[in-house]
């Protein structure tokens, strides 16, 4: 079970509304995020999951609704000192083999995103990244080719970038979709203890509904509206997991 969530509210989104041309993609949805939430997501295909987190994002500007972000109403694009508290692990296939990258090389692209890309990195940006590795138990891949580690190990290292760059929030896009259930089983391991022991705030998307009711302290089922918004173990999340994937 995830650490207790704190009252401080770091993203809110308030009757948001957004459209593809005349498709309604979210209707009239409100969610607060707490610091300290591991929050999964769920829906069945084309619910608006995606659509829900790129708009946390500030990726997908809403028709209509508002969002703020650590207080603060977001009013166009999200500032540079509050996008860098946020790290997003897409979903991924397996990285190629030949992609020429290191584990270290991926890792320290935290940092030149805080750091600034034209600037060098600092021998504590080095030490950043590779205790972000050490958090994940992968700085004994440090000199590995990223296309040498299987799914679940090159989940584990974006999430060490994310690490790196100091995120607060972990936002996670369908990110086992690629691994088999052991990988899946320890990287939901590895954010739970991420979400105890550091606090990091957590925000996944996910297909399978029973993982995320095991490790998440929260779910929001979402079809176009927000169907469900609560804790995982009540009947109540069965009932609407009943309505909205049959």
Known sequence: MSVTTSDEIVICLKDINVVYGNLVALYDVNVDIHKGDFLGICGPN????????KTIMGLLKPLTGQIALFGKELVDTIPKETKFR???VPQ???IDRNFPALVRDVVEMGRYAKAGLVKSLKSEDKQKAIDALKLVEMDHMLER???HLSGGQQQRVLIAQALAAE?????????????DFKMTEEVMELLDYLNHTHGLTIVTVGHNIE??????NRIVCI???IAYDGVPDTPDLD????QIFH
Request: glycine share 12%; net charge negative; charged share 20%.
């Open 223 to 225: 079809d176009k509206i």
């Open 86 to 88: 946020f790290g997003y």
């Open 46 to 53: 084309g619910s608006g999951k995606t659509t829900l987190l």
């Open 145 to 147: 080719p990223i296309g």
């Open 167 to 179: 995120a607060e929030i972990l936002l996670l896009d369908e990110f086992t979709s690629a691994l």
């Open 92 to 94: 991924i296939s397996e």
């Open 211 to 216: 993982l995320l009711r095991a490790y998440c």
């Open 239 to 242: 009932v609407v997991i009943g």
